[in-house]
């Protein structure tokens, strides 16, 4: 069983950037790693995908302001936003699966609020 634990959101004005981190209880090493994001109302988002490897992909809305990197020495997944518009508004959770066997992991969230 993996425990994660998602921080680093909060409020910020249109333009800013926050960083959220994603913390692992265990090793995420043949972990894929991903954030999704879910606004009131809306379905939950994949945003980013960060694999084994350490190749990266991006939802189309927000390639070129969004960075997913990962740390495994240090159990932790990171999100670097960048310009952040009001859209980006929603609760961010980390999900880790693992990649040759069982194991579906999510966080509990962290809200990030960008304001106009």
């Known amino acids: 069983q993996v425990q994660l634990v998602e921080s680093g959101g909060g409020l910020v004005q249109a333009g800013g950037s926050l960083g959220l981190s994603c913390v692992a209880s265990?090793?995420?090493?043949?972990?894929?790693i991903q954030w999704y994001r879910q606004a009131p109302g809306e379905q939950r988002e994949l945003v980013a995908t960060?694999?084994?490897?350490?190749?990266?992909s991006y939802a189309d809305s927000v390639k070129g302001r969004f960075t997913i990197s990962r740390d495994n020495a240090k159990n932790t997944v990171y999100l670097q936003m960048n310009n952040l518009k009001p859209e980006d508004t929603a609760v961010y959770y980390c999900?880790?699966?693992?990649?040759?066997?069982?194991?579906?992991?999510w966080g509990q969230g962290t809200q990030v609020t960008v304001s106009s």
């Open positions: 960060i694999f084994t490897g350490g190749t990266t």
């Open positions: 999900n880790a699966r693992k990649v040759d066997g069982p194991g579906d992991y």
């Open positions: 265990g090793n995420i090493f043949g972990f894929r």
